[in-house]
């Protein structure tokens, strides 16, 4: 049971949403050709059809401090369509333009559903009005004073054999009418967890923490069913160790309507495609995979002492199976080594795998990039740069970006950037564009990692000041992969829609494996430090990847546990 206790906030004359901006894109959404659901702005989820809602009302914002960009705001959704309800409300960073979204729900009829959806009479309806609401934080002296500067936060309670989808705020010690919001029969739910922590604050007459979270589905990548609401979580005490009492929706509808059709995403493509700027002194250059096999590439076999080369598509490298060490790719000995190390800038290309996210919401379009070859790292200790001779260097460099395409309206919602086993999600409103709705990719320097904006990006740690530099820049080195692309991925079309060329069917090392003693070159750099410098580097060492140990190639793109999951984030 939560308990009431007390904010502490600024007066309400403080606490007015700051000068809050709203987000648009710089160039109108694109129109895509005819196909079926996609960006029709209603999706149908099974027994439910839902809706995005972007348009909000301002309800209550926290101001802790006298910079008002620190805190966050609350909104109810406007605009809601007849026959729609709500599901709760919405809460956004205030250090970012409004940009967010709750889905709004209505029931389908029986003789609306799909042939491919059951309907059972005997079920209960889709959506009820909950029993009644809990406070779950409040002033705790009633006085007008307090009641003016004062958020509410309630908990809707949800008839037995139904969930909460989300809390609602009000700014008065009044409780929202029953009708406020909808609560979802469990069936047609699925569990969600905490991702982004918000908000929080220690109020000077609680003992208790006050905070307030995004959501995500628990399940998710192109296989999950969970779709995210919109509305946020918030507790006075609660832990990770803990489910949240809040749910999301779930997908039962099978047959993905409202994903796009094979022409919708050559438009999406070409309207919302990248531009990837590579460092302009990157020696390290992507090529197509194609270029790769017919310059020499050579796939090698255990206990085979010659590698054999690999015709043009692939088509005699190994297909299927799993990464078990029989098979690596490598680069041919004289000039032609030296050749495919650079790369070849002219047939490079972004190899695309289309797919389902946010339980069929969203589309991610994942682009990958190849390169023959990762290049050294550069260490920075301090004011100093020192280029590593072999440490980061590997055969075989596959990264990738992805753009994540709201279903309801067709327009870019995110990006998620790639960045050396892990990566990050940007939002729209903090992308760089360059044309129109076309954002821009900067590579890394030799180890090719994908950044939102150009500067210096350290891999380690940032307060000393040590770590793996990740330089990108702008220059005359990029591919325009709104016209540089090839899909090779959209399972959800259905077989034969998308020719998967064999080289995606290679499920072992574009590299080989090598270790070498990295440790004598990182000791002999640590003896010519500072001594101030020596103790936190060589801690900084024993936490850097396995792959600053020696050279092992990369698996290909459908290997990665991204194919089918989630991005990591």
């Given at each position: 049971?939560?308990?009431?206790?007390?904010f502490?906030?600024?007066?309400?004359?403080?606490?007015?949403?700051?000068d809050m901006?709203?987000?648009?894109?710089p160039?109108?959404i694109?129109?895509?050709?005819?196909g079926?659901g996609?960006?029709?702005?209603v999706i149908?989820?099974g027994?439910?059809?839902?809706?995005?809602?972007?348009?909000?009302e301002f309800?209550?914002?926290?101001?802790?401090?006298?910079?008002?960009k620190?805190g966050?705001?609350?909104?109810k959704p406007?605009?809601?369509?007849s026959?729609?309800?709500?599901?709760?409300h919405?809460?956004?960073?205030n250090?970012?333009?409004?940009?967010?979204?709750?889905?709004?729900?209505?029931?389908?009829?029986?003789?609306?559903?799909?042939?491919?959806?059951?309907?059972n009479?005997?079920?209960?309806?889709?959506l009820r009005?909950?029993?009644?609401?809990?406070?779950l934080?409040?002033?705790?002296?009633?006085?007008?004073e307090?009641?003016?500067?004062?958020?509410?936060?309630?908990l809707?309670?949800?008839p037995?054999?139904?969930?909460?989808?989300g809390f609602?705020?009000t700014d008065?010690p009044?409780?929202?009418?029953?009708?406020?919001?909808?609560?979802?029969?469990a069936?047609l739910?699925d569990?969600?967890?905490?991702?982004?922590?918000?908000?929080?604050t220690?109020?000077?007459l609680?003992?208790?923490?006050f905070?307030?979270w995004?959501?995500?589905?628990?399940?998710?990548?192109?296989?999950?069913?969970?779709?995210?609401?919109?509305?946020?979580f918030c507790?006075?005490?609660?832990?990770?160790r803990?489910?949240p009492?809040?749910?999301?929706?779930k997908?039962?509808?099978?047959?993905?309507?409202?994903?796009p059709n094979?022409?919708?995403?050559h438009?999406?493509?070409?309207?919302?495609?990248p531009?990837?700027?590579?460092?302009?002194?990157?020696s390290?250059?992507?090529?197509?995979?194609?270029?790769?096999?017919k310059?020499?590439?050579?796939?090698?076999?255990?206990?085979?002492?010659?590698?054999q080369a690999?015709d043009?598509?692939?088509?005699n490298?190994?297909?299927?199976?799993?990464?078990?060490?029989?098979?690596?790719?490598?680069?041919?000995?004289?000039?032609?080594?030296t050749s495919?190390?650079?790369?070849?800038?002219e047939?490079?290309k972004?190899y695309v795998?289309?797919?389902?996210?946010?339980g069929?919401?969203f589309?991610?379009?994942?682009?990958?990039v190849?390169?023959?070859f990762?290049?050294?790292?550069?260490l920075?200790?301090?004011?100093?740069?020192?280029?590593?001779?072999?440490?980061?260097?590997?055969?075989?460099?596959?990264?990738h970006?992805?753009?994540?395409?709201?279903?309801f309206?067709?327009?870019?919602w995110?990006m998620?950037?790639?960045?050396?086993?892990g990566?990050?999600?940007?939002?729209a409103?903090?992308?760089?564009?360059?044309?129109?709705?076309?954002?821009?990719?900067?590579s890394?320097?030799?180890?090719h990692a994908?950044?939102?904006?150009?500067?210096?990006?350290?891999?380690?740690?940032?307060?000393l000041?040590?770590g793996?530099r990740?330089?990108?820049a702008?220059?005359?080195?990029?591919v325009?992969?709104?016209i540089?692309y090839?899909?090779?991925?959209?399972?959800?079309?259905?077989d034969?829609?998308?020719a998967?060329?064999c080289?995606l069917?290679?499920?072992?090392?574009?590299?080989?494996?090598?270790?070498?003693?990295?440790?004598?070159e990182l000791?002999?750099?640590?003896?010519?430090l500072?001594?101030?410098?020596?103790?936190?580097v060589q801690n900084?060492?024993?936490?850097?990847p396995?792959?600053?140990?020696g050279?092992?190639?990369?698996?290909?793109p459908?290997?990665?546990?991204?194919?089918?999951?989630?991005?990591?984030?």
């Amino acid at each position: 049971m939560f308990g009431c206790q007390c904010f502490q906030w600024s007066r309400i004359a403080d606490s007015l949403p700051p000068d809050m901006e709203t987000f648009s894109l710089p160039a109108p959404i694109p129109t895509c050709p005819q196909g079926e659901g996609f960006a029709s702005g209603v999706i149908n989820i099974g027994e439910l059809e839902v809706l995005q809602i972007s348009r909000f009302e301002f309800v209550w914002c926290s101001n802790l401090s006298r910079d008002k960009k620190k805190g966050v705001t609350f909104y109810k959704p406007v605009g809601i369509p007849s026959g729609f309800f709500s599901l709760g409300h919405y809460c956004q960073p205030n250090n970012q333009p409004l940009q967010g979204y709750v889905l709004v729900a209505r029931e389908v009829e029986c003789s609306n559903l799909q042939a491919t959806q059951i309907f059972n009479s005997d079920k209960f309806p889709a959506l009820r009005k909950p029993l009644d609401y809990t406070l779950l934080w409040s002033p705790d002296d009633g006085s007008q004073e307090n009641n003016d500067s004062c958020g509410y936060f309630w908990l809707p309670q949800p008839p037995e054999g139904y969930k909460t989808m989300g809390f609602v705020v009000t700014d008065k010690p009044v409780k929202p009418e029953l009708d406020e919001v909808r609560c979802a029969r469990a069936d047609l739910t699925d569990s969600c967890e905490t991702h982004h922590l918000m908000f929080k604050t220690s109020s000077k007459l609680s003992k208790l923490p006050f905070r307030v979270w995004s959501l995500r589905p628990c399940h998710r990548g192109m296989l999950g069913k969970g779709i995210p609401t919109g509305t946020f979580f918030c507790s006075s005490y609660w832990n990770h160790r803990e489910e949240p009492n809040i749910v999301c929706l779930k997908n039962l509808n099978p047959s993905l309507h409202a994903m796009p059709n094979l022409d919708q995403i050559h438009a999406l493509i070409k309207h919302y495609g990248p531009t990837v700027f590579f460092h302009p002194n990157e020696s390290y250059l992507p090529s197509s995979v194609e270029w790769f096999f017919k310059n020499g590439a050579l796939l090698h076999q255990k206990s085979e002492p010659n590698g054999q080369a690999i015709d043009t598509e692939g088509s005699n490298l190994p297909n299927g199976g799993k990464n078990d060490g029989k098979y690596w790719i490598d680069l041919p000995n004289g000039d032609k080594k030296t050749s495919l190390k650079s790369g070849n800038l002219e047939s490079a290309k972004l190899y695309v795998h289309v797919k389902p996210a946010l339980g069929g919401t969203f589309t991610d379009i994942a682009m990958w990039v190849f390169c023959p070859f990762n290049g050294p790292a550069t260490l920075k200790v301090g004011l100093m740069n020192i280029a590593l001779n072999k440490i980061g260097q590997h055969v075989g460099d596959w990264e990738h970006f992805t753009l994540r395409i709201s279903n309801f309206t067709g327009e870019l919602w995110s990006m998620y950037f790639s960045q050396h086993g892990g990566g990050v999600w940007v939002n729209a409103c903090d992308l760089e564009f360059i044309e129109g709705n076309k954002s821009i990719v900067y590579s890394s320097r030799s180890g090719h990692a994908s950044f939102p904006h150009p500067g210096s990006y350290l891999q380690g740690s940032s307060k000393l000041g040590v770590g793996i530099r990740n330089d990108a820049a702008r220059s005359n080195l990029y591919v325009d992969s709104s016209i540089q692309y090839e899909i090779v991925g959209a399972e959800y079309l259905g077989d034969g829609v998308v020719a998967e060329p064999c080289w995606l069917q290679y499920m072992r090392e574009w590299g080989p494996t090598i270790v070498y003693d990295s440790r004598s070159e990182l000791d002999k750099m640590i003896s010519f430090l500072p001594a101030m410098f020596r103790y936190s580097v060589q801690n900084m060492f024993n936490k850097f990847p396995l792959e600053l140990s020696g050279e092992e190639g990369p698996t290909g793109p459908k290997e990665k546990k991204n194919w089918e999951g989630d991005e990591r984030w």
